[in-house]
Each structure stands twice: as C-alpha cells, then as structure tokens.
C-alpha cells in the first residue's frame, strides 16, 4: 500500500544529514517563507537558492529536523544523483510498487491525503543531479511538471540560468534567493559565531587572550569578512579553535588566505574543478582560462563586453563560458548593466595564490 506516514532519513542519507544539522541554527526566515508558501497553496514548488556555502543543505536538513514526515533525499551523496536512483529511493519509502511512474506514486499518495495533510519531498543539491544520462528535455529527476494536491516538493540549488534549470513547472512555485536577504543572513552568521565561541571555545576571554582584541570586535571583523558565507566562517572558526589548542597561527595568518583551513582549500578545488570539466575542448581551456584571469584580477564587477575587449574573444563565447560558471559567480545590475564578480573574496584569493 501507499503510505504518507511519519518518514525517516533514509540510512544513506543519514550521515549527510548529521553534518548539516550539527551545529547548526535555525534560519526562521527562510522557514516563515516556505511555510507561508505552504499556507497559500495546496501544492507546489519551493526552491531554495544561494551560492556555495550560503547554508541551503543546513536550512534542508534542518527543516527536515522539525519536520520529520518530510521525505528527503540528498544528491551530492555518492550514487545518488541519477534518476533511477531517486525513484527507487521513494519506492521503498512509500511501499510502492516496483516500476510505478512517479506521478503515479504521487497521485496515489494524494488521494489518501485527509484534508489540509501535506506530503513532502526535500530533495538537497539539485545542481549535482547528473541530467545528461536522462531523456533530453526531461525535468531533473523526471519530477512532475504537474503535481496533484497535497504534494509539495522543497528543493536546495545553486544558482542557475533559468533557460537552464531543468525544470518545466506548470504548479505552484517559489524561487526564494537567499542573496536577496544580506541583513537576515548577515544577523544569522553573527548568532552563529556567538553559539560557536560559546560552545567550543573554553571561556569567554580566550580571543581576548589569544589575539588581544574583544570578542565583539571579533565577531564584527569575522562577519564582515564572511560575505554571508556559512561555510567560510565555519571553516575559519575550526581553524581558531584548533590555534587555540595547537598555538600554530595568529589572527592574522586565519584571515589570511595564503593560510586557508586544508577543508576550505578542498573544497575551493572542487570549484575549479568543475569550472574546467575534462571533457571540454582546448578552445574552451584557453577561452575559460582568460575569463577567468580577468575575473581573478579585478575585484570590482565586470561585464561580458567588458571582458570581450580585454581578453579578444567573442561576446558570445564569454557569455557562454559566464553562463557554465553561473554558480561560481555573483550577479550584479549596475546602471542597468549585468556585470559579473566570483562569489566569494577569499575564493578569489585562493585563486590567486594557487596561480591559475
């Protein structure tokens, strides 16, 4: 039988979902959001979206947390970010029959739904999905263009082109861009510095101590530095917390990006990495190489034209490259023209010191 009962994390996710609810907070705005969504319509979409590091995969697990009838499913978990994949994951949770379509999965579920009960899926990481093994103008994961009441999926991306996304939606939906919230996102890294600092570190006058500034200057210099960036800042707290006990770098070197924690620079590196896909051609190398040696240089925004001139490659062909590397990247509108940064300083630096 079809069931909507209480659901677990899946043991294969389990391990994922620790990660991002540990030491964790909660983002109320983001949760007054979805749920205001969920109040409004009877089904739908609702699409988290925020550069790398910005907490989509936290807010997921946590929502997850507190909401534990929600099926969930990460794609960055390895193997898990096919289709068939997918399915067979909502299969066995729901006791459906092997084979059945998910649209018909979904029906099902809904029309054993008691009135103004929801059933919802989270799926984490849709950027990571692999869409090029699935029938060409699919959505991701074959997700329902439309969805029967009661249904709702609650998903987590990187930004994205639109033309690009992979998805025909004809339901309800919501993209919520965490960009569009610095003062909310600014005030939720400061509560997360003060729960770090007071949890881990063991007193209250250890950065005092240690690097001969109060704790609210600190905590002020950290912010600014992070750019609304969670990982970054959780990065760098480990780093201080682990200076603390070993006495090896100065405030100073932390900052620093020639002294990056080793899991920042990893992950910086798996950034590039997907930046200069292997199988791309020369042409592309060269071309992406001088983009990206503009974007490198300049920390103020640019735009396609802009980089076009300076590097002699087409408007086109810079655009193209910009569009591929969209996750990586911040948009800006200035004076009306679309004009393009990477999406963290401290990437920039890395980048700088690794000499790409």
């Given at each position: 039988?079809?069931?909507?009962?209480?659901?677990?994390?899946?043991?294969?996710?389990?391990?994922?979902?620790?990660?991002?609810?540990?030491?964790?907070?909660?983002?109320?705005?983001?949760?007054?959001?979805?749920?205001?969504?969920?109040?409004?319509?009877?089904?739908?979409?609702?699409?988290?979206?925020?550069?790398?590091?910005?907490?989509?995969?936290?807010?997921?697990?946590?929502?997850?947390?507190?909401?534990?009838?929600?099926?969930?499913?990460?794609?960055?978990?390895?193997?898990?970010?096919?289709?068939?994949?997918?399915?067979?994951?909502?299969?066995?949770?729901?006791?459906?029959?092997?084979?059945t379509s998910l649209q018909i999965i979904l029906q099902q579920i809904s029309d054993q739904l008691q009135p103004n009960q929801k059933f919802m899926i989270a799926i984490d990481s849709l950027d990571a999905i692999d869409y090029t093994i699935q029938a060409v103008g699919s959505n991701l994961f074959y997700l329902p263009r439309y969805l029967p009441k009661g249904i709702y999926f609650l998903l987590a991306r990187r930004p994205f082109v639109k033309e690009k996304s992979g998805l025909l939606i004809e339901a309800p939906s919501q993209y919520f861009n965490l960009k569009d919230y610095s003062e909310e996102n600014r005030q939720d890294i400061k509560t997360y510095i003060q729960q770090y600092i007071k949890e881990f570190l063991p007193s209250p006058s250890v950065i005092q101590e240690r690097f001969g500034i109060n704790q609210e200057e600190f905590i002020k210099q950290l912010i600014d530095r992070s750019e609304n960036n969670f990982m970054y800042v959780s990065q760098i707290l480990t780093a201080i917390k682990n200076v603390y006990y070993s006495d090896k770098l100065s405030l100073t070197d932390i900052f620093n990006s020639k002294s990056l924690p080793a899991d920042l620079e990893a992950y910086y590196q798996q950034h590039l990495t997907k930046m200069f896909p292997a199988e791309q051609g020369e042409d592309f190398n060269s071309n992406a190489q001088a983009v990206l040696n503009i974007l490198i240089k300049n920390s103020s925004p640019v735009s396609v034209e802009e980089i076009s001139e300076i590097i002699d490659v087409d408007e086109y062909d810079v655009e193209e490259i910009l569009e591929d590397w969209i996750e990586f990247l911040t948009v800006h509108q200035i004076n009306g023209e679309i004009r393009y940064s990477l999406y963290h300083s401290s990437f920039r630096n890395w980048l700088i010191k690794v000499k790409i």
């Open positions: 039988p079809i069931t909507a009962n209480t659901i677990r994390v899946l043991p294969e996710f389990q391990q994922k979902h620790q990660e991002k609810t540990t030491n964790s907070i909660a983002r109320k705005f983001v949760f007054t959001a979805i749920n205001n969504f969920l109040n409004r319509y009877d089904r739908g979409y609702f699409t988290i979206v925020g550069s790398p590091g910005s907490g989509k995969s936290t807010i997921l697990a946590r929502y997850i947390t507190e909401n534990p009838e929600t099926f969930y499913y990460s794609a960055i978990v390895s193997g898990k970010n096919r289709a068939e994949e997918f399915l067979k994951a909502i299969t066995t949770q729901v006791e459906a029959v092997d084979g």
